[in-house]
């Protein structure tokens, strides 16, 4: 019903940049809460960054400064601009769709398929 195309990861080198973004599509009407979340090796999933329908935002502890999540709500569409990113930023970041209103009803915890995002020297 949603499908969420994330795009964006590489390699880059420490104190580097890179920008995110995931378009969801499918029969969508509007989605609220969008996120991303990253993983690595060994590693449980953590939250990055939210952002609400009303561009509310919450950031980890430890990118706060750095990440800046934003969203076009007109292209059904999240971005994460990562700056001065480190070695241990290095993950897969996921986004994901915590709920959206569908022509058939809701649904909800849409996840994209990740994007490896490498930042070593």
């Known amino acids: 019903q949603v499908q969420l195309v994330e795009s964006g990861g590489g390699l880059v080198q420490p104190g580097g940049s890179l920008s995110l973004s995931c378009a969801a599509s499918?029969?969508?009407?509007?989605?609220?809460?969008m996120g991303w979340y990253r993983q690595a090796p060994g590693k449980q999933r953590e939250l990055v960054a939210t952002i609400t329908r009303s561009f509310g935002v919450n950031y980890l502890d430890s990118v706060k400064g750095r990440f800046t999540i934003s969203r076009d709500n007109a292209k059904n569409t999240v971005y994460l601009q990562m700056n001065n990113l480190k070695p241990e930023d290095t993950a897969v970041y996921y986004c994901?769709?915590?709920?959206?209103?569908?022509?058939?009803?809701?649904?909800?915890?849409?996840w994209g398929q990740g994007t490896q995002v490498t930042v070593s020297s």
């Open positions: 994901k769709v915590d709920g959206a209103r569908l022509t058939t009803g809701w649904g909800r915890d849409y």
């Open positions: 499918g029969n969508i009407i509007n989605i609220s809460t």
